[in-house]
């Protein structure tokens, strides 16, 4: 029964499946049961939800081999349907600072095909109306320029005002914040969730390039965004 489903007994289970499996796999088997224990908490099945004491095991693995996977147009549309809703609005527990630097930075991640850490780390001298610049990235040849899009032609404002300030009380990983509201809005508040393990907020580097080919870019110009 539900009402005897303790964090301890979620935890015992989490790390018998630890043992086994790769850490995307056991985030995947424990989202029916957050959707699960959310539903139940609901409708007052149990009072409360146990989940946020159980926490999940990091992906250790690097980007390249993990291989994400991108989102499908349908799933873009509804990621963008549902970010409106969420964080379109004052959420508890959140500052309004925090709330707007995350939307802003998924939204920066989908226009531009940046990584979700060089989006963070933006310098001010890097950011105009024309133009996102990306320095100092995971490699030399990743350095670029990014023509901005209209559809985040209102990032700059925000930006110029001190809006990803919020980010740097995380000294060690600035885009934690980012990553776990973002994997929260996919796997828990849509419905029906996105649960596929390998789409994640990095998706939308290869759901950026997948645009890109479809559009007709020709490789240079693919590269050169990307």
């Given at each position: ?217 020709d490789m240079d110009m ?5």
């Open positions: 029964p539900l009402p005897h489903l303790t964090g301890a007994k979620l935890r015992e289970f989490r790390e018998a499946k630890t043992g086994s499996m790769k850490a995307s796999s056991v985030q995947s088997v424990f989202t029916p049961i957050r959707t699960m224990m959310k539903f139940a908490v609901e409708n007052e099945i149990i009072e409360n939800n146990p989940m946020p004491d159980v926490s999940m095991p990091r992906e250790t693995r690097s980007v390249n081999s993990i291989k994400w996977k991108p989102f499908s147009p349908e799933e873009v549309q509804r990621i963008f349907e549902a970010m409106d809703r969420l964080w379109g609005k004052p959420v508890r527990n959140m500052s309004e600072q925090r709330r707007k630097a995350i939307w802003w930075a998924v939204r920066v991640q989908a226009f531009t095909a940046m990584r979700p850490k060089e989006v963070v780390d933006l310098k001010p001298e890097n950011v105009n109306e024309r133009w996102i610049k990306v320095e100092d990235s995971k490699t030399k040849d990743s350095d670029r320029t990014i023509p901005l899009h209209p559809e985040i032609a209102d990032f700059v404002a925000f930006f110029h005002g001190g809006g990803f300030e919020t980010f740097d009380t995380q000294k060690k990983d600035r885009v934690q914040t980012v990553r776990h509201n973002f994997q929260r809005l996919i796997r828990e508040y849509m419905d029906p969730p996105i649960i596929h393990p390998k789409k994640v907020l990095y998706s939308w580097r290869s759901t950026f390039s997948n645009t890109m080919r479809r559009a007709g870019a693919r590269r050169a965004i990307l």
